[in-house]
């Protein structure tokens, strides 16, 4: 085992935020290629939170803040959950709609449904969608806070989301528009979320001396 002075930065905090009880003993931290999809993401049917490599070496707020974020959905995954199963049957239910139009008006129909179920989804989940990023988002801020006596998480998640929004992503890409597709709508626009953790910590309870 790699003593603490080997450890990539990421492990370090990992192994930190897990000391703090701030990520769950269970959670495993698991590393992605650079070309994955995402940056970071909790797989809500597991307790492993991934991260793209490329993200090994950022500042240690930067990482506490994505880390904190992640632990909350693993925790709060209902929502996820059930746009999944709905998700899941919604597409059973077009095929077996489709077996008996096996010729080319079934062929021409199958994709508009597809895509009129995938966005009926995102408008029925969206919003609940939206407010559990939010929520994680303030989960955080509040472990940045207390943990870490960090007294504006705001400017971490600022910093974060730039350096997120500014990943060196070929936007002309197959993966980087299909990844658009499958998550448009599902989170609130960074100056909103900015502005929520801003809005928490003017309304943050009692003192941040130790």
């Known amino acids: ?13 990992f192994a930190e935020l897990k000391a703090k009880g701030v ?4 959670t495993e931290l698991k590393r992605e290629e650079a070309d994955w999809w995402l940056d970071f993401a909790a797989y809500w049917n597991s307790q492993v939170i991934g991260y793209n ?3 090994s070496f950022m500042e240690d707020n930067l990482l506490e803040f994505a880390f904190s974020h992640e632990q909350f ?3 709060n995954s209902k929502n996820w959950t059930r746009l999944s ?22 062929l021409v129909l199958l994709p508009f449904a597809l895509i009129a179920l995938w966005f009926a989804t995102l408008w029925m989940f969206g919003p609940a969608l939206r407010a559990d990023e939010t929520d994680a988002d303030l989960h955080a801020a509040r472990a940045l806070i207390e943990k870490f006596k960090i007294e504006k998480p705001s400017v971490v998640a600022t910093s974060l989301f730039k350096i997120l929004r500014e990943s060196n992503w070929d936007r002309t890409e197959l993966i980087y528009r299909a990844r658009r597709f499958i998550y448009a709508g599902l989170h609130p626009r960074d100056d909103d979320r900015v ?3 801003k809005e928490f910590e003017e309304s943050y309870p009692g003192s941040l001396d130790p």
């Open 195 to 197: 502005d929520a953790i």
């Open 85 to 106: 199963i709905l998700r899941a049957g919604g597409i059973m239910i077009v095929f077996l709609s489709m077996i008996g139009f096996l010729d080319i008006l079934g």
């Open 23 to 26: 990520v769950a003993a269970e």
């Open 1 to 13: 085992m790699a003593d603490e002075s080997e450890q990539k930065p990421i492990d370090r905090v």
């Open 73 to 75: 959905h693993l925790v």
């Open 53 to 55: 490599e490329k993200h």
